[in-house]
């Protein structure tokens, strides 16, 4: 079912767009079937998921955060993704910096965007957006690659739209003032529910996890 799927989904994707399976409480198992049949991107939520999932399957394929990473975690964090997609502060974006400092790496981070301006979710406010980006730009061991949302989980992907809109127009904003240590290649927007219409709106990295998988189990 997996290798059906994916290849469904990889048919579907125009060139240029990169897939992040979204493995939350997904099995290494799973996961292999997945890389097996061709995936190159997991996104995992948790970072004791992540190195469980590490240990079984290793750096044969790129690792992606794309849940909300807690400063203190950001050591471990390091030493298993590629990219973090959730940086949402300085807080955090010095922590991972600092934990890569430590270990000579220069890590790809995502800013994520809370473009629905919902409280209780993580992200920085679009208005945020472009001062946080000067501010990450400083740092020596992160390069901002790009933006990351949400948007809303259920519902018609209609409703997304307004939101994929907003962050695409702050990141044209942010590309365009050409900051060092930005390149501003990626556009993380949309998941199994409303990936469609995120690329329409310019999204380049979608993450798809129910699509790909198959209904959670919990």
Avoid at 119 to 142: F, H, T, Y
Wanted: with cysteine; proline share 4%.
């Amino acid at each position: 079912m997996i290798k059906e799927n994916l290849k469904k989904i990889l048919e579907e994707l125009p060139e240029g767009v990169d897939l992040v399976g979204a493995a939350k409480t997904r099995t290494p198992d799973e996961v292999l079937k997945a890389i097996d049949a061709g995936l190159r991107i997991i996104g995992e939520n948790y970072v004791q998921e992540a190195e469980k999932a590490f240990e079984a399957i290793g750096a044969r394929v790129r690792w992606h955060m794309i849940g909300h990473l807690q400063s203190n975690k950001a050591k471990k964090a390091v030493k298993i993704f590629d990219v973090i997609e959730t940086v949402d502060s300085m807080k955090l974006a010095r922590a991972i910096d600092k934990a890569c400092q430590n270990m000579g790496k220069v890590i790809q981070i995502l800013i994520e965007v809370n473009s629905g301006e919902e409280p209780q979710k993580a992200g920085v406010m679009p208005e945020g957006g472009v001062s946080l980006a000067r501010d990450m730009s400083g740092l020596k061991n992160i390069k901002i690659m790009g933006l990351m949302t949400m948007g809303p989980f259920a519902g018609d992907p209609e409703d997304a739209r307004p939101y994929f809109q907003k962050t695409r127009k702050l990141f044209e904003e942010i590309r365009a003032l050409n900051l060092p240590g930005v390149e501003m290649k990626y556009l993380s927007m949309g998941m199994s529910n409303s990936y469609r219409v995120a690329l329409e709106e310019g999204a380049n990295m979608v993450r798809i996890g129910t699509k790909l998988f198959g209904e959670r189990v919990y």
